[in-house]
């Protein structure tokens, strides 16, 4: 398996508050990747990462806030967590032949929302 | 943006017969279409994928067939087994260009 950890893998949290979660790589690859999971919707992403510094919005990008402050770690944050944000997160990263073909995704965060 | 349809959402057949997965892409500049596997609590992992130089890719009784002008692809698996049974997504890309856009995904169940 590719060197990708996330943390926390399972979080309950109370609307309003903020969550933060961390993905961690050892594979020095340059695009990382954030995805929910909800049933009947598949995969969406939520922000991607191209390096340091530089990320863009996915097609479910609101709500949620993205940093890479270092090659090896992609931060998600929601800054008031709301019900609807009650999902498994997987964080991914790209295929070691450089393009954006072949994720490796890390095991998923379960965040659950009351 | 690019949209992935993918049919149909849930699929049972039963252990030996074949399972045909299908899915189509809206972007023609996609060129990159991969198949992820997803074993219930686990993350999805990719099983097979294909290029839109070729029309069709084969790995032991898993194959991916590509209709560029339909703008449709999919996935055969033969001789299903009970460990076949998982959710299956396909996705699109344009490679090196493109983050991927995934189906929704078919929960195939194999019955034994």
């Known amino acids: 398996d590719a060197g990708i950890t996330q943390s926390p893998r399972h979080k309950v949290t109370e609307t309003g508050t903020p969550v933060t979660l961390r993905c961690h790589q050892t594979?020095?690859?340059?695009?990382m990747y954030w995805y929910r999971q909800d049933p009947g919707h598949g995969l969406r992403l939520i922000h991607y990462?191209?390096?340091?510094?530089?990320?863009d919005k996915g097609e479910v990008s609101d709500g949620y806030s993205v940093s890479r402050s270092k090659t090896e770690d992609f931060l998600l944050t929601l800054e008031s967590a709301t019900s609807s944000q009650t999902s498994v997160y997987f964080c991914?990263?790209?295929?070691?032949?450089?393009?954006?073909?072949?994720?490796?995704f890390g095991e998923g965060s379960r965040l659950t929302v009351l | 943006g690019e949209n992935v349809e993918q049919h149909p959402s849930t699929l049972s057949v039963q252990e030996g017969d074949s399972a045909v997965i299908k899915c189509t892409y809206s972007?023609?500049?996609?060129?990159?279409f991969p198949w992820y596997k997803q074993e219930l609590g686990k993350r999805p992992q990719l099983i097979i994928d294909?290029?839109?130089?070729?029309g069709e890719k084969k790995d032991q009784r898993i194959a991916v067939t590509l209709n560029k002008t339909a703008k449709h692809f999919s996935l055969h698996i033969t001789e299903t087994q009970p460990e076949d049974s998982a959710v299956y997504f396909c996705?699109?890309?344009?490679?090196?260009?493109?983050?991927?856009?995934f189906g929704k995904g078919t929960r195939l169940s194999v019955i034994a």
């Open positions: 996705a699109a890309s344009v490679a090196g260009n493109t983050p991927l856009v």
């Open positions: 991914a990263i790209g295929g070691r032949t450089g393009n954006t073909g072949e994720l490796f």
């Open positions: 594979e020095n690859h340059r695009y």
């Open positions: 990462s191209y390096g340091v510094k530089d990320t």
């Open positions: 294909i290029r839109s130089n070729v």
């Open positions: 972007d023609s500049a996609s060129n990159y």
